[in-house]
């Protein structure tokens, strides 16, 4: 057999974990050819492909990024593409030329989207879960999650040594635009007073009651921290809006930190290095069986496969009863 693997969507850490683990099971295990397709899914409308070798998978397991490089090409999209030229289409002939059984495809939710097409389309498709936002539906954690946790819970350590210091409000905003599990796991791991998150309404007078309430109490810095995509009132990023709000609703002086895209970069966490490897052998072995048009997916300690027509187009949210938020709160930390 001979299968292609491509990375889409943004970066994370993991990516060239799970690359490998596809490669080392398919040629070692299973005797098959890989064969890899540079910058997503723009590279099977371009056929920038090339054959890996045992050697193009060494050194992979700690290394960031991705070795394929990735894009956000959406060939099913319609919009400002020129009516004569079939995406979805060219990707099938392209495919064909390859001489590919299946497609390995490693992504977030837009690529799970595009694999459910393809899939739909009668592609053999087999897809593996990538985001740090870990908003993919019906696997509990995705790679690249548990890396970018750790780098958010270290700098919110950091941030309470000089907090302390200067008896200051600080205010650090990661990523989320729409799901707030990074805002959660690395608010409660860092110690955070309050955690905003998009899926719970918040007011600026609780948030403020929280820190005179603990400035009453004899601790007089709070931690607060906020997902990009939390609601603003004046359309302002989402760390200078609650910054301003907290100094003037409590007059004390409150300083923000915005982590970006340091969350995404850099090596992959013990736990991300384990979790791509075995969803990339789990992939692979999909593919063997003849098992197409699924998605990997941890479930519990297990890994298992779930059919993409039941991933596409869902998120994974966080909900008032999950049980982070739920403890959060018996211990005294601000939602909303």
């Given at each position: 057999m001979r299968i292609g693997i491509l990375t889409s969507g943004g970066d994370c850490p993991g990516i060239n974990a799970t690359i490998r683990g596809v490669c080392?099971?398919?040629?070692?295990?299973?005797?098959?050819?890989?064969?890899?397709?540079?910058?997503?899914?723009?590279?099977?409308?371009?056929?920038?492909?090339?054959?890996?070798?045992?050697?193009s998978t060494s050194g992979l397991l700690n290394q960031g990024g991705t070795?394929?490089?990735?894009?956000?090409?959406?060939?099913?999209?319609?919009?400002?593409?020129?009516?004569?030229?079939d995406k979805p289409a060219i990707m099938a002939e392209n495919i064909q030329k390859l001489g590919l059984d299946c497609v390995v495809c490693i992504g977030g939710n837009g690529t799970q989207k595009t694999a459910a097409k393809m899939a739909a389309m009668g592609l053999n498709v087999v897809s593996v879960p990538k985001t740090i936002d870990n908003d993919i539906w019906g696997t509990d954690f995705s790679f690249g999650f548990d890396s970018a946790v750790n780098i958010a819970t270290d700098a919110i350590d950091r941030l309470h040594s000089t907090a302390s210091s200067h008896k200051r409000v600080m205010v650090i905003e990661v990523m989320g635009h729409k799901a707030g599990?990074?805002?959660?796991?690395?608010?409660?791991?860092g110690g955070g007073d309050v955690i905003l998150i998009p899926e719970i309404e918040y007011s600026i007078?609780?948030?403020?009651?929280?820190?005179?309430?603990?400035?009453?109490?004899?601790?007089?810095?709070?931690?607060?921290?906020v997902a990009e995509g939390i609601k603003t009132g004046d359309g302002k990023r989402a760390a200078e809006y609650v910054a301003r709000e907290i100094e003037h609703e409590t007059g004390i002086e409150t300083r923000q930190t915005v982590l970006g895209y340091i969350q995404r970069g850099g090596a992959p966490t013990p736990f991300d290095r384990n979790l791509s490897t075995r969803m990339g052998g789990h992939a692979t072995e999909l593919i063997a069986n003849g098992d197409f048009g699924r998605m990997i997916a941890l479930q519990g300690n297990e890994i298992s496969s779930i059919p993409l027509s039941e991933v596409a187009g869902k998120l994974k949210l966080v909900t008032e009863d999950q049980d982070l938020v739920v403890q959060g709160r018996r211990m005294g930390i601000c939602f909303g």
């Open positions: 080392k099971t398919a040629m070692n295990f299973y005797g098959m050819e890989v064969v890899g397709i540079h910058s997503g899914f723009q590279g099977l409308l371009t056929n920038d492909v090339e054959f890996f070798t045992e050697k070795i394929l490089g990735t894009s956000r090409e959406k060939p099913f999209k319609k919009k400002g593409v020129s009516p004569d030229i599990w990074i805002a959660l796991y690395s608010g409660m791991a007078k609780n948030v403020g009651e929280t820190i005179m309430n603990r400035l009453k109490k004899g601790k007089p810095y709070s931690i607060v921290v």
